[in-house]
Nanobody, 128 residues
Framework: QVQLVESGGGLVQAGGSLRLSCAASGRTFTAFDMGWFRQAPLKEREFVAA????????YYADSVKGRFTISRDNAKNTVYLQMNSLKPEDTAVYYC?????????????????????WGQGTQVTVSS
């Protein structure tokens, strides 16, 4: 079992920045690839960014490329999402997910179904 706790959300003006954190406990952190997703009211959960277990590869949704950066500190069991140049359309609840890095098939970081564990989410609101 893995417990994930997100933090760092809040209210920010358009053009501002926030850094989200997701702290993991319960299992070896490096056993997991990690992802960030978000869900706005009345919308489906959508992929934001993902990072491999060793930080060697990162993946981004087109809507956040060049503005958001995912990183991880395996010594602190934490994954981060640095969000710059925020827009009102970035408003959502942000969730981090953990996916076992050892898998028998291909890796689809943008598919929420592959993630085995989720945090409770943190609200990000961007005002115009």
């Amino acid at each position: 079992q893995v417990q994930l706790v997100e933090s760092g959300g809040g209210l920010v003006q358009a053009g501002g920045s926030l850094r989200l954190s997701c702290a993991a406990s319960g299992r070896t952190f490096t056993a997991f690839d990690m992802g960030w997703f978000r869900q706005a009211p009345l919308k489906e959960r959508e992929f934001v960014a993902a990072i491999r277990w060793n930080g060697g590869n990162t993946y981004y949704a087109d809507s956040v490329k060049g503005r958001f950066t995912i990183s991880r500190d395996n010594a602190k069991n934490t994954v981060y999402l640095q969000m710059n140049s925020l827009k009102p359309e970035d408003t959502a609840v942000y969730y981090c997910g953990a996916d076992w890095a050892i898998r028998s098939g291909p890796y689809y970081p943008g598919d929420a179904r592959i993630y085995d564990y989720w945090g409770q989410g943190t609200q990000v609101t961007v005002s115009s």
